[in-house]
Nanobody
Framework: QVQLVESGGGLVQAGGSLRLSCVVS????????MAWYRQAPGKQRELVAV???????NYADSVKGRFTISRDSAKNTVFLQMHSLKLEDTAIYYC?????????WGKGTLVTVSS
């Protein structure tokens, strides 16, 4: 059974930084792509950042230049380093991985940015 566990969320002031982690356990065979999504109340879940097995990355326009996604494949872990946080970054952040054409999700970690 594949499990994803996010950590690192919390309360941070605008302009601050936060680092999210997601550890994938269980059968991680052919996990080619890992990603971070986020969802704020009343809004649809949106893709924040993606990283492939070859470390190719892509970001939502709203976070480019501020967020960095990375991975430690040996530890089956993906990170999201967030800098210059804005109020609009407040959301539940979800880790996502595709393994053998199946999507797996973590339960999410809440990031709250205050003024």
């Amino acid at each position: 059974q594949v499990q994803l566990v996010e950590s690192g969320g919390g309360l941070v002031q605008a302009g601050g930084s936060l680092r999210l982690s997601c550890v994938v356990s269980g059968n991680t065979f052919r996990a080619n792509t890992m990603a971070w999504y986020r969802q704020a109340p009343g809004k649809q879940r949106e893709l924040v950042a993606v990283i492939t097995s070859s470390d190719t990355t892509n970001y939502a326009d709203s976070v480019k230049g501020r967020f960095t996604i990375s991975r430690d494949s040996a530890k089956n872990t993906v990170f999201l380093q967030m800098h210059s946080l804005k109020l609009e970054d407040t959301a539940i952040y979800y880790c996502n991985v595709v393994i053998l054409y199946r999507q797996y999700w973590g339960k999410g970690t809440l990031v709250t940015v205050s003024s």
